[in-house]
């Protein structure tokens, strides 16, 4: 996720400026639920991140599980765009997965720092007792999609590996973040590629 914060126009102005209030707070809500985490972060918070005054966040969200909501699509569409750019650069399943992986590697020092911003708040909400987490689909969308890739080679235990490589992403990613160390997720990355190189 770029970092609107940072950013600056042609004019000098910084993009958040730019950016119309509701992009502003939802970029902000992007940031301090992966930082901070959900229960942890108040509208007052994403308001003043977004710089807004903060009656203004009532007027484009009127809860913080609006504000949830509207993270997770917007984490959606992301997973969704990066996978759609994957398959435009990448004609074998082999070479789309190894640069999903590569994808997830290029996040090592974000993820050391503050986790996987959909595995944290996957873990967070799926804490919620809820039957069926509202996140869950930041996971399966990925999965999914793995699984393709794996059918495209023949595999018949396609969604088998797919879990697996999810499940060595996101485990390596928790102790990444655990040990304050982006060289597992490094090392992880290497492993992983060299089992789909061997598939």
Not at 43 to 60: C, K, Q, S
Not at 157 to 168: H, T, V
């Amino acid at each position: 996720m770029t970092d609107v914060r940072t950013e600056g126009s042609a004019a000098g102005q910084p993009t958040r400026m730019r950016q119309g209030k509701r992009e502003r707070l939802l970029g902000a809500a992007i940031e301090l639920l992966h930082q901070e985490g959900v229960e942890r972060t108040t509208l007052a918070d994403i308001a003043h991140r977004a710089e807004v005054p903060a009656g203004g966040v009532y007027y484009y969200f009127k809860t913080k599980d609006d504000v949830v909501t509207a993270v997770i699509d917007a984490h959606a569409a992301q997973v969704r765009a990066n996978l759609t750019e994957i398959e435009s650069r990448h004609d074998s399943p082999k070479a789309r997965l190894k640069a999903l992986v590569e994808q997830f590697a290029s996040q090592r020092e974000l993820i050391a720092e503050f986790g996987c911003p959909l595995g944290t708040i996957c873990s967070e909400l799926g804490n919620r007792h809820l039957e069926t987490s509202p996140a869950a689909v930041l996971m399966r969308l990925p999965i999914a999609w793995m699984g393709e890739q794996y059918r495209a080679l023949g595999r018949d235990d396609a969604e088998e590996l797919a879990l697996e490589l999810m499940a060595a992403y996101e485990g390596s990613a928790l102790l990444a973040n655990t040990m304050r160390d982006p060289s597992i997720l490094t090392n992880a990355a290497r492993r992983i590629t060299r089992g789909i190189d061997a598939l």
